[in-house]
Structures are given as structure tokens and as C-alpha cells.
């Protein structure tokens, strides 16, 4: 494999991306940046490309169109048009979805037969519609799912507890939205269930947070960007190096009909399978209604 990769809008999102590819170890050989706007592509490639003396990756950067996707084993989609005053969820869906079509058709055009990763919000929406679109597996489509939720969560039970994030075993799943939420029925430190050392009042601030830091975030800066960068570039790292690590990405679920974030084991193939977990009661409903959102969503596009 070439381990080729191109990242499909050059805003702070798919520069953070290619930052964070270069400025890490990993197997990607060849990064191709492309963006309606060319320019900025080609000024990110070079930016990129002054790194390579001094990071600890080496690849080759430049700037394409959509005919170098053909050989490409990876595609990150995080273009997209911007929400603008007024306007609704479903008024953007609209328009981003007329834009993944044309979009979509021009990439398989070019013969690429890879992976999908979608980042572009509202993302599992548009993942959905990149597998419908594009006429791939459904494995080979993958949405960055609630891989950023998670670590917002992790983060800050680690904080709570003074341990590493890194030792912190909880996801949150469902829509990357307002419905997702924490499964704190399975969640543990080295396998000491996390219910037993924080009360539920707390867990419930914690899992509001998590949810709802990117609000935050972007009243202050107007925008979330490292954090996804992050994200990506390790769920790429899986992918190329068959790594088959269990990651909370935007997969298919077969019985609901919509892609969603869940625990699935990911690797070369894409999404090898999502797990089957026993989950509350209360939590099945909440995954429910989460479902039914998306659902929602989706019916009102077609």
C-alpha cells in the first residue's frame, strides 16, 4: 500500500489535520491537500512542507484536485459550508448534502476505492450520505464518531479522579450532537467501575460537559480544531497500521439504519465490526432517541 492520504478542505479543521499527521509518527508517505479554494491549499502544502527537516514524520506534501484521489488509501472529508446566522441545523444539512453529492461523484470518478473518514458536521448525517453517495462498503465509510466526545470525557474524569486520561475507559456514544451521551455503566479505571468512585449528580455534569464544551469553545475562539486533529490523526494511524484498536467512530449500525457513534473495532478494512454491549435500560433509550434524531434527519433530506 502507498499509504496515500488526501484531506478535503484546508480550514482550520483539515489544517490541524495535516498538522498533526506531520508533527506525529506515522505511515503516511504521501498527504494531498485540495480545497475549493486553491490557493489556500497550496499555501497549507507549503507551510506543511517547512516542517519536514525537523518533525518526526517524512512524507510527501503537495496540493491536488480531486483526480489524485484515485490512489489515494484514506480520504478526510472536513469541507463543508459554514452555518450562517439565521440559518437553520436543517438549512445547512440541505446545503452541505448538495455539496457531498457533487463531491462525492467527483472522487469515485477517479477510481478510489478506499476509505471514507467524515468530519464535516453535521457528520454522522453526512457520513450516511457519503456511503449512499459513494457505493463503497459500509466498513469502508467511517465518521470521526464521538472519538473527540470521548476524550472530552476521559479528560475530565481523569481530572476528577488524578489519574491519566489515558487510563480512563468510558465512551460517549450515539449522535455527535445533543443526544449523545456516556455510557457510565461500562465505564472503569483498570477495571474499578467509575460508578462506584463518582456519585451520579457529578457524572451527569460531567457527561453535560463533555457534550457541550464545543459550544464553549467556540464562544471563545469562534472554533474547534486541534482537538479533531488529534483525533483523526489517530484513527488514521489505525487504519494504516491494522492497529484493530476499539475506537467510538461513526459506523453502520445494520438494525437502525444510520451511522452513529459506537465502540467498533477499527483497521485496514475500516470498520471491522461494532461491538455488542450490554448496556442499562436507560441507556438503550437513550440510544434510541439519539437513533431517532438522526433518523429524523435523514427523512426530511429525502
Not at 434510541?288 to 434527519?297: F, G, V
Request: charged share 25%; proline share 3%.
Amino acid at each position: 500500500m502507498a499509504n496515500k492520504v488526501m484531506i478535503v478542505g484546508t480550514g482550520n479543521v483539515g489544517a490541524s489535520v495535516g498538522y498533526c499527521l506531520v508533527n506525529q509518527r506515522t505511515a503516511v508517505s504521501e498527504l494531498v491537500l485540495t480545497d475549493i479554494n486553491m490557493e489556500d491549499a497550496e499555501g497549507e502544502a507549503m507551510d506543511l512542507r517547512d516542517t519536514l527537516a525537523v518533525s518526526p514524520s517524512y512524507m510527501k506534501i503537495k496540493s491536488g484536485t480531486y483526480k489524485d484521489a484515485g490512489d489515494c488509501d484514506i480520504i478526510i472529508i472536513t469541507a463543508g459550508a459554514p452555518q450562517k446566522p439565521g440559518e437553520t441545523r436543517m438549512d445547512l444539512l440541505k446545503k452541505n448534502a448538495a455539496i457531498f453529492k457533487d463531491m462525492i461523484s467527483q472522487i469515485m470518478e477517479s477510481g478510489f476505492s478506499g476509505i471514507f473518514i467524515v468530519v464535516s458536521n453535521p457528520m454522522d448525517v453526512l457520513t450516511y450520505l457519503t456511503w449512499r453517495y459513494s457505493g463503497l462498503p459500509a466498513e469502508q465509510v467511517i465518521g470521526s464518531g464521538t472519538i473527540l466526545d470521548s476524550a472530552r470525557l476521559r479528560y475530565r474524569v481523569s481530572e476528577r479522579l488524578g489519574v491519566s486520561p489515558k487510563s480512563v475507559h468510558v465512551f460517549q456514544i450515539g449522535e455527535h450532537g445533543d443526544t449523545e451521551f456516556a455510557l457510565w455503566s461500562l465505564a472503569n479505571i483498570g477495571g474499578q467501575p467509575i460508578m462506584d468512585l463518582i456519585d451520579e449528580a457529578e457524572l451527569n455534569k460531567i457527561e453535560d460537559f463533555a457534550r457541550k464544551e464545543a459550544y464553549e469553545i467556540i464562544n471563545k475562539k469562534g472554533a474547534t480544531y486541534y482537538g479533531i486533529g488529534a483525533c483523526v490523526t489517530k484513527l488514521v494511524n489505525c487504519i494504516l497500521g491494522d492497529e484493530r484498536r476499539v475506537l467510538p467512530v461513526s459506523s453502520y449500525d445494520d438494525f437502525a439504519g444510520v451511522y452513529n457513534g459506537f465502540p467498533a473495532i477499527v483497521g485496514r478494512q475500516g470498520v471491522i465490526r461494532r461491538l455488542d454491549l450490554k448496556m442499562t435500560e436507560a441507556e438503550g433509550m437513550k440510544l434510541q432517541k439519539s437513533t431517532n434524531a438522526l433518523k429524523s434527519a435523514i427523512s426530511e433530506l429525502e
